[in-house]
């Protein structure tokens, strides 16, 4: 368990502005800073950060919250690994409550793998014997020198219990050795993981050791697989690491362009020759965290370079299942003669390379190409067969809208019928992958108008070109914004109840950005009448805090009250408009929220009327009601006027 000591420890020392300038190219604005949001596709900035309440919001997909919430979305991590990564950013170490965890602390893994990158980078330099040598001529037999070999870590694992002597020397346990992956217990004793291999070091994004990819030398032998990588540990995880990522996000940024091989030393050749920009997947399928990976660097296009072979289609096959899934062009380049980028780099040169990859096709040409290659489609019944294969391939796609595109073509292809192309590959199963979780489309939301903001009638009717608040806020374009049952409750809330919670929002948001200013609205906050419980409850948290407390103590003091008042007070609109002073801006917020208060008050009071006989109660609720329509009008007279001057 992570102590709330500790969260703050990391929420103070983590930048949040440079955090996110990482992956968003961000404009300051005010106090803000707005940028395209990393978790949608959008062409025009909604997306804002408030360094000063520690806040995130997108006004296109609805989603928001703070430093912690951010990078779950980003890094896609649980809460307590989010904390956990920008711990390791920050170089901070958790004290963690015993047993909340098991086994050894991440870092002293981390730790241990260092030191074993070390141990074998010096065996391969400076090591003696016929493995040592073995594993430099492997290199030097792939253009490897000893210069590369430096630059990247390269090494040698001799096994045989020498790794393990080593890191007991530096004071690390068998346990921490065990749970890094680097040995393994065997019938009662700690003996190395890889031996007798040339090794290759995996980093995470910040360049540190996390994992190691080991390739046998010398013939092959029965039984022993030609690569063996690390499992998955405290400190990797292989479907959401890519080989090279730490030198390659800078090139990424850079073109616009990822380059995906297939191998570790195809992409230190890609390298070498000045295609910075590549990586490849660690001993696993190319996954969809892997593609998040990559558009963290706002790439445009993944080009993979799969082998021409049966392993290379099928790698290509599974990957089509996220063309939908992502705003990059997904494509594909196979280089002549069956050569990998490796062997086609040293016969031709980088020069030879450019244009083709230039020139790389969408990669479900290539599938249909490949696919429909070893069929006769003269006959009917083959045209069938062909149909029920290509079906299952597509079959990931049957829900997408581009299905229609691809249902289309391969008819076409099959001189076959439209509709009846679609329903195989709406009927065909899906051929889920072992390590793949199953993933929902983003949708992509209309975003309203930001002109300016909501200023409701004084009769209480909405003019024609109104805009209500909750247009921007209140329902979130995405379910996954926000959790399912507020989801559902607000589509259960009358129109006029859903501009009332934005309203509500925006109010609270007003007083996290400047609680000591709000303070002087407390009267008139105490008589509203709240939609939502936890919104009042946020408000008297915040307005609570002693005089001269900063936004961020403010942001705390709500969630200490609710835990997902940070996703609530992240999506305040009103603060950011640049037509009205800080004070007036505050009176709106204040006004629109009464107004709303007042008129529901008005439509509970009518309910009531309706259903009971007339007595002094009712005479009593009459005689509110209509001095809250009294001050109802006053309030949307005044909202009316401040445009209109």
Same mark, same amino acid.
């Given at each position: ?416 019928? #439209? *509709? &009846?192309?679609?329903? +195989?590959?709406?009927? $065909?199963?899906?051929?889920?992958? =072992?390590?793949?979780? !199953? @993933?929902? /489309? ?88 709240? #939609? *939502? &419980?936890?919104?009042? +409850?946020?408000?008297? $948290?915040?307005?609570?805090?002693? =005089?001269?407390?900063? !936004? @961020?103590? /403010? ?91």
């Amino acid at each position: 368990m992570i102590t709330d000591e500790d969260k703050e420890r990391v929420r103070q020392a983590t930048d949040f502005v440079q955090l996110v300038a990482e992956t968003v190219e961000l404009r300051q604005r005010g106090q803000e800073f707005w940028g395209c949001c990393p978790f949608h596709g959008e062409k025009s900035p909604s997306f804002k950060v408030n360094p000063a309440t520690g806040l995130w919001h997108c006004f296109g997909c609805g989603d928001g919250g703070d430093v912690f919430s951010y990078v779950q979305r980003r890094e896609n991590l649980d809460f307590p690994d989010a904390i956990r990564y920008l711990a390791d950013r920050a170089g901070i170490e958790l004290t963690e409550e015993r047993g909340a965890r098991r086994g050894p602390r991440k870092t002293r893994l981390m730790e241990a793998l260092g030191a074993a990158e070390e141990f074998y980078h010096t065996m391969l330099m400076r090591g003696k014997g016929t493995g040592p040598d073995e594993a430099r001529r492997y290199f030097a037999g792939r253009g490897f020198g000893s210069e590369v070999c430096r630059r990247w870590g390269l090494g040698f694992a001799p096994g045989r219990g020498s790794l393990v002597a080593c890191l007991r020397e530096k004071g690390f346990t068998s346990a921490e050795m065990v749970a890094a992956d680097l040995a393994q217990e065997r019938s009662g004793r700690v003996v190395d993981r890889f031996y007798e291999r040339v090794m290759f070091p995996i980093h995470d994004e910040q360049g540190r050791t996390i994992a190691f990819g080991g390739r046998i030398i010398g013939p092959k032998r029965d039984n022993v697989a030609k690569y063996v990588n690390t499992r998955d540990t405290a400190a990797f995880n292989k479907g959401k690491h890519l080989f090279a990522y730490d030198r390659a996000k800078e090139g990424m940024a850079a073109t616009g362009e990822a380059i995906v091989c297939e191998g570790y030393t195809d992409v230190i050749a890609m390298h070498e020759a000045g295609f910075t920009n590549a990586v490849a997947a660690l001993g696993t399928a190319f996954r969809l965290d892997h593609v998040r990976l990559m558009e963290r660097q706002r790439v445009s296009r993944i080009i993979c370079m799969f082998d021409g072979d049966a392993a290379g289609q099928r790698a290509a096959e599974r990957a089509i299942r996220y063309l939908d899934k992502t705003s990059a062009a997904l494509l594909c380049v196979v280089l002549p003669d069956g050569q990998d980028p490796m062997e086609f780099l040293a016969a031709h040169g980088a020069d030879a390379l450019r244009p083709i990859l230039a020139a790389a096709r969408p990669l479900m040409d290539f599938v249909f190409e490949k696919r429909l290659e070893g069929y006769d489609l003269s006959a009917p019944g083959r045209r069938v067969r062909a149909l029920e294969d290509m079906a299952g391939v597509l079959a990931p796609l049957k829900r997408s809208v581009l299905l229609d595109e691809y249902a289309t073509r391969l008819a076409d292809a099959l001189g076959m019928d #439209v *509709d &009846e192309t679609k329903r +195989a590959i709406r009927e $065909a199963p899906v051929r889920e992958l =072992d390590e793949e979780r !199953p @993933a929902r /489309a983003p949708s992509a939301p209309a975003t309203p108008s930001r002109e300016r903001p909501a200023v409701p009638a004084a009769d209480g009717e909405a003019p024609a070109d109104y805009v209500p608040l909750e247009a921007y806020d209140a329902v979130p374009a995405d379910p996954g914004a926000a959790p399912a049952d507020e989801v559902a409750g607000m589509s259960r809330l009358s129109a006029d109840e859903r501009m009332q919670v934005s309203a509500e929002q925006e109010l609270l948001a007003a007083i996290a950005r400047r609680p000591d200013a709000m303070r002087s609205f407390g009267a008139r906050i105490a008589s509203l009448s709240w #939609v *939502d &419980e936890r919104h009042e +409850a946020m408000a008297w $948290a915040m307005l609570s805090t002693p =005089d001269g407390a900063t !936004p @961020a103590e /403010a942001v705390a003091a709500a969630v200490a009250v609710v835990p997902d008042a940070a996703r609530i007070l992240s999506g305040g609109r009103v603060m950011d408009e640049a037509e009205l002073s800080d004070d007036q801006k505050l009176e709106f917020i204040v006004d629109t929220a009464e107004l709303c208060s007042c008129r529901r008050r008005i439509r509970q009071i009518r309910g009531r009327l309706r259903s009971a006989p007339s007595d002094e109660d009712s005479e009593r609720l009459f005689a509110e009601a209509t001095e809250l329509q009294r001050r109802s009008n006053e309030l949307a007279n005044r909202l009316s006027s401040v445009f209109s001057e």
